[in-house]
């Protein structure tokens, strides 16, 4: 039997959505998180702060994050649970907005037109989550160390969102365009 893409996104929001359970279910003193620091000045000793531990002289773990840290707290080199509520939220959309949609017999629609909208827009909502996310983790970092260490930031331009916004921004000229051909051709017939 062959399973359909709305099969596959009730799988990813499935997961997201166990993923956030999970994340606010778990006692805070059974989570951590690790997160990337680097030495402002050349000596590195190892210190135990008050709600962090200094695991080696490159990763800051705080011991008993907030629900908040939990919930966005930046992931390992793989993963990231930003990507999480992102791939939920891309996969709501997608069905809201797409379902039962072929572009061949369907065409250009305006129903098609305010999902490509909506997924641009939430590219760019996460990639702001992303970036407001790495500040404030970067303000702890300094006020837990006292300004000793500070987090190892990565640009924004390494952030997916953005390049997916760029893509859906310029497909959502295209179906602009082709809504405005399609509505052309239907009055002059």
């Given at each position: 039997?062959?399973?359909?893409?709305?099969?596959?996104?009730?799988?990813?929001?499935?997961?997201?959505?166990?993923?956030?359970?999970?994340?606010?279910?778990?006692?805070?003193?059974?989570?951590?998180?690790?997160?990337?620091?680097?030495?402002?000045?050349?000596?590195?000793?190892?210190?135990?702060?008050?709600?962090?531990?200094?695991?080696?002289?490159?990763?800051?773990?705080?011991?008993?994050?907030?629900?908040?840290?939990?919930?966005?707290?930046?992931?390992?080199?793989?993963?990231?649970?930003?990507?999480?509520?992102?791939?939920?939220?891309?996969?709501?959309?997608?069905?809201?907005?797409?379902?039962?949609?072929?572009?061949?017999?369907?065409?250009?629609?305006?129903?098609?037109?305010k999902g490509i909208k909506a997924l641009m827009f939430?590219?760019?909502?996460?990639?702001?989550?992303?970036?407001?996310?790495?500040?404030?983790?970067?303000?702890?970092?300094?006020?837990?160390?006292?300004?000793?260490?500070?987090?190892?930031?990565?640009?924004?331009?390494?952030?997916?969102?953005?390049?997916?916004?760029?893509?859906?921004?310029?497909?959502?000229?295209?179906?602009?365009?082709?809504?405005?051909?399609?509505?052309?051709?239907?009055?002059?017939?």
């Amino acid at each position: 039997m062959k399973k359909t893409v709305k099969y596959y996104l009730y799988v990813l929001i499935g997961f997201g959505l166990v993923y956030i359970t999970m994340l606010i279910l778990i006692p805070s003193s059974d989570y951590w998180i690790d997160l990337p620091v680097s030495k402002i000045n050349s000596m590195e000793t190892l210190v135990k702060y008050n709600d962090a531990t200094l695991m080696n002289s490159k990763v800051l773990s705080i011991d008993k994050p907030n629900l908040l840290q939990r919930l966005i707290g930046p992931g390992d080199f793989w993963y990231d649970p930003i990507y999480v509520y992102y791939t939920t939220a891309l996969s709501l959309i997608l069905l809201v907005f797409f379902k039962n949609y072929n572009l061949i017999t369907d065409g250009f629609t305006p129903k098609s037109l305010k999902g490509i909208k909506a997924l641009m827009f939430t590219s760019f909502i996460f990639l702001a989550l992303h970036l407001i996310r790495d500040y404030y983790f970067f303000q702890l970092v300094k006020e837990i160390t006292s300004g000793e260490y500070h987090l190892k930031g990565r640009s924004f331009l390494y952030n997916a969102e953005f390049y997916i916004a760029i893509i859906l921004g310029n497909l959502m000229v295209i179906y602009k365009r082709g809504l405005q051909i399609d509505q052309e051709q239907k009055l002059t017939i």
